[in-house]
């Protein structure tokens, strides 16, 4: 049975940063991109930060580009994003999820056969 535990979100003021965790058991994505999306209520989940299987390729919506870092440690089983100069806008329920259907670095990832989305983690950024 996979499972994604996402953890580290929470209430922050404007400019203010978190660091977001995700643990996968059950499964190994070692091998595969994985992604971080969120979600906001009556939007469709968007993806916001995908890093390959090796971490030597990234890609950031537009809406986060220059703020958040995503990154990995495979030993872990593990997926971060680190989030600086958060904004309200950036408000949302945070999951993470694998594997990413990539074919090229200058694609945009989305998911493939993805795993149960985990219960994901609440960001509130305050203005």
């Known amino acids: 049975q996979v499972q994604l535990v996402e953890s580290g979100g929470g209430l922050v003021q404007a400019g203010g940063s978190l660091r977001l965790s995700c643990v996968a058991s059950?499964?190994?994505?070692?091998?595969?991109?994985m992604g971080w999306f969120r979600q906001t209520p009556g939007k469709e989940r968007e993806l916001v930060a995908a890093?390959?299987?090796?971490?030597?390729?990234?890609y950031y919506a537009d809406s986060v580009k220059g703020r958040f870092t995503i990154s990995r440690d495979n030993a872990k089983n593990s997926v971060y994003l680190l989030m600086n100069t958060l904004k309200p806008e950036d408000t949302a329920v945070y999951y993470c999820?694998?594997?990413?259907?990539?074919?090229?670095?200058?694609?945009?990832?989305?998911?493939?056969?993805?795993?149960?989305w985990g219960q994901g983690t609440q960001v509130t950024v305050s203005s």
């Open positions: 999820n694998a594997p990413l259907i990539w074919p090229s670095p200058s694609a945009t990832p989305a998911l493939g056969d993805f795993a149960p």
């Open positions: 059950g499964r190994t994505f070692t091998m595969f991109g």
């Open positions: 890093i390959n299987w090796s971490g030597s390729t990234t």
